[in-house]
């Protein structure tokens, strides 16, 4: 590419000076006004001087900057000059300038008003030349495009190992383990996370075993029991979650550690036909308190009744419906103070499922959660994806139906065993992982 500065008293000589020298293709890279004038660098394709210098022999010789003539630049341009000067122009010089608004000055009468000619500029270099820059060649042009090129290809190489932190490790091991991962139902990016773990130098079994520790050290679990104190706890989740029957057991254990006459079950599940006779029938063989909820109750007055109770559940709807309502009942500062929701997940549902139940309830801060039904799924390392992402807190694991055996106090390890049994053959029940 050929680019010349040009020094001229105004941007119509100028126009007119770049279109004689470099021809019609020629483009503007810059400009900026000097005190006795304009500077303008212009550019244009070496075959494009070429061809233009063959079909113009009368061109002006080569030179990095060229000066107007005093003459010229004092001299004259009519609209009609400049209109045919800017048909001479190609298309793409005709967008490459900004609106400004030269003087024109028309032969015929020197005292009449300038007449306003206006083009659009189109800077390619957006930073203006230095005064004391030389011009460039087209070998400096090529080697800043390589230059930049390789700029451009480092920059991309360090997103690559950002989003890839262990590319340069993968090999026959690595693929394994990473198949293993996905078999327990991991995603890309807690792969990705786990296998930040990996050795290459270590053995295949020593990798797993690192593995598996760091995701035992990354899951959240009480270092108590958390109804140990009593307290009011409401259980929320998904449709199908097993909330009811979960609740069940809890109240049982209750019903163990306080009393009959210390445990009490709210359910707001008015939503769903049948959704309040399965707890009326577990509390009244629990022979505890029950509330059935009716759409015109206020949940802070029946709490009020109960005042006298150490352990209150209170079963909810998982319909989008009864998510909001409990969005606007926790908004209330005076309820969530005192009442710690938990969170119930299904071990067989997805991960993307229980980050679409979580979304809407944005008021909604959980005290813990509760992974239920790990007997009825294979895998479940989805499931655990949202619960490390958002660090929740696992309280429970249920196993099964039975009211009360089939609930346990979360322990990572336990979990996580359990999680890899996926990847053997035979059954094991979550009691028997030791």
Not at 4 to 30: C, Y
Not at 302 to 331: N, P, Q, Y
Request: net charge neutral; glycine share 6%.
């Amino acid at each position: 590419m050929k680019i010349k500065r040009f020094t001229v008293a105004n941007m119509q000589t100028g126009l007119k000076q770049i279109s004689e020298m470099l021809g019609p293709e020629a483009v503007i890279l810059s400009n900026r006004r000097l005190a006795d004038g304009l500077e303008i660098v212009a550019g244009v394709d070496e075959q494009e001087y070429e061809r233009y210098q063959t079909m113009n022999p009368a061109a002006a010789p080569e030179s990095d900057i060229i000066k107007a003539n005093p003459v010229a630049a004092s001299a004259s341009m009519n609209k009609a000059m400049m209109t045919e000067l800017f048909n001479v122009m190609a298309d793409k010089n005709k967008q490459a300038f900004e609106a400004v608004t030269p003087e024109v000055h028309s032969p015929e009468s020197a005292s009449s008003k300038p007449a306003p000619v206006k083009a659009t500029v189109r800077r390619h270099q957006p930073e203006p030349v230095a005064d004391d820059e030389k011009s460039m060649d087209s070998d400096t042009l090529q080697m800043l495009r390589r230059e930049i090129d390789g700029l451009k290809n480092l920059l991309k190489e360090q997103t690559d190992q950002l989003r890839e932190s262990v590319s340069t490790d993968i090999t026959p091991q690595y693929e394994r383990l990473e198949a293993r991962l996905q078999a327990l139902g991991f995603g890309h990016s807690s792969v990705r996370r786990l296998m930040q773990e990996f050795d290459r130098d270590d053995s295949l079994d020593i990798n797993w075993r690192r593995i598996m520790m760091r995701l035992v050290t990354s899951l959240s679990v009480p270092l108590y029991q958390p109804l140990s104190t009593g307290g009011i706890f409401a259980l929320t989740g998904p449709t199908g979650a097993g909330k009811s029957t979960t609740i069940a057991k809890l109240a049982a254990h209750g019903v163990r550690d306080f009393g009959q006459d210390a445990v009490a079950i709210i359910s707001l599940d008015w939503f769903k036909v049948g959704g309040q006779e399965m707890l009326k029938s577990v509390t009244d063989i629990l022979c505890i308190s029950y509330v059935p909820m009716k759409e015109t109750d206020q949940l802070r007055d029946v709490l009020a009744k109960l005042s006298d109770k150490k352990l209150i559940l209170i079963d909810t709807c998982g319909s989008s419906e009864a998510m909001a309502l409990w969005d606007r009942i926790m908004r209330k500062t005076e309820l969530a103070n005192r009442i710690r929701t938990l969170l119930v997940i299904p071990a067989n549902m997805h991960g993307g499922a229980i980050n679409q139940f979580v979304n809407p309830m944005k008021q909604t801060q959980f005290s813990g959660t509760i992974l239920s039904k790990v007997d009825e799924a294979s895998s479940f390392g989805s499931v655990l994806e949202p619960v490390l992402r958002h660090h929740w807190t696992l309280w429970y694991v249920t196993t099964g139906q039975k009211i009360p055996q089939d609930i346990e106090a979360a322990e990572a390890r336990l979990i996580v065993k359990r999680l890899v049994h996926a990847l053997k053959a035979e059954p094991v029940t979550y009691a028997s992982v030791s």
